[in-house]
Each structure stands twice: as structure tokens, then as C-alpha cells.
């Protein structure tokens, strides 16, 4: 239905620098693809949920991401991004784009990338 594929994960200092990007293509049966969104997950750790944003272009971030990271997303390049600013150790993890779509006659699905992993060296 909607495959997702992330690219840009990789290692950096702290205070430096990353710009994760997915990609995502469409069945003709997808009417819609609402929220898009980057969660994480750190080793032993739950996937959380970093950033998303709507058709709409409405934001949300989580409290840890606040005033360093920017959520961005283009529909013509079907293309979700999100600029990583002064990283810091604890935004290491394995990051996940996510869509929220709609199938004809079906409602609701979700759809995961394989992940990018970001390292974060101190």
C-alpha cells in the first residue's frame, strides 16, 4: 500500500548536524496519506515518537526535540524530512519514518520504514 524508505542516518559529534529523509510511494487503492511522522528507538529502550506533522502541515514534537529538530514534508517530491540540530548523545537510535493513510473501502493503515540508525559520539 505506502512503502516508506529512510536515508540518512549515520554518525556524528555532539552539537553536530544530521538530515533524515524518507521517501514514500503509493498503491493506486491509498486515497489519502494523513500523518507522517520519525519516531526512535534506542536500545532497550520503547520506540517514542520524535516528530510528525499532517496533510495539514501542523507539527508536533516531542519535548526532548523541542528548538533542535524541524519536521518538514513535501508532497510533490512525496518526501518527509527531518533536520537534526545540536545532537546530542541521547538522540542515538535507530529512526523510523511512519505514514498514516487511508486505503479505499478499507480505512486507516500504517505503514513503518526499515530504519536509519544515528549514532552520536560524545
Known amino acids: 500500500q505506502v512503502q516508506l524508505v529512510e536515508s540518512g542516518g549515520g554518525l556524528v559529534q555532539a552539537g553536530g548536524s544530521l538530515r533524515l529523509s524518507c521517501t514514500y510511494s503509493?498503491?493506486?487503492?491509498?486515497?489519502?496519506?494523513?500523518?507522517m511522522g520519525w519516531y526512535r528507538q534506542a536500545p532497550g529502550k520503547q520506540r517514542e515518537l520524535v516528530a510528525s506533522?499532517?496533510?495539514?502541515?501542523?507539527?508536533n514534537y516531542a519535548n526532548s526535540v523541542k528548538g533542535r529538530f524541524t519536521i518538514s514534508r513535501d508532497n510533490a517530491k512525496k518526501m518527509v524530512s527531518l533536520q537534526m540540530n545540536s545532537l546530542k548523545p541521547e538522540d542515538a537510535a535507530v529512526y523510523y519514518c511512519n505514514s498514516a493513510y487511508m486505503v479505499f473501502l478499507e480505512g486507516y493503515r500504517e505503514a513503518w520504514g526499515q530504519g536509519t540508525l544515528v549514532t552520536v559520539s560524545s
Open positions: 503509493a498503491s493506486a487503492r491509498v486515497s489519502s496519506i494523513t500523518t
Open positions: 506533522i499532517t496533510s495539514g502541515s501542523s507539527t
